[in-house]
């Protein structure tokens, strides 16, 4: 196994092509939703997948920012056909098993854990478990 980061560099219709995704998402609207899907693969995870070795098939991002708001999961990575068919879109999801954590430093030491042998292996130092309440308002 290995750790490679990619960087990208956001254009400036970037934002307001995560809301037009996420709205198309919310409204099923086709169109608009294979569209941003298709640019906004290109823009965030085709260059990472380019570098891949072919038999990769998890995917561990770290997401901050706008990026927090992509389902990456429903991204495609090959246009979509006219006629509306959801079923046979090349989703991210088709080929990737995708994983989000909040920090190298915490996957660092997700890792750490698991070499370890999980939940039968030593428990990293100060570790900890939240939970918070959610309440209707």
Known sequence: GGLRVHTMAKDGDFDGRVLALRRAIRTRNYGPFARNAMRLYINTLRPAVDAMDPGITDLV??????????PFEALISRPAPNEENYTDLEYVLKRFNVRYTYSATLLHQQHQYWRA???GGER?????????????G
């Open 61 to 70: 991002l770290i997401v901050d920012g706008v990026l927090a708001f992509i």
């Open 117 to 119: 042998g999980g939940q």
């Open 124 to 136: 990293p130092a100060n570790s900890f478990l939240a939970f918070a309440p959610v309440f209707g």
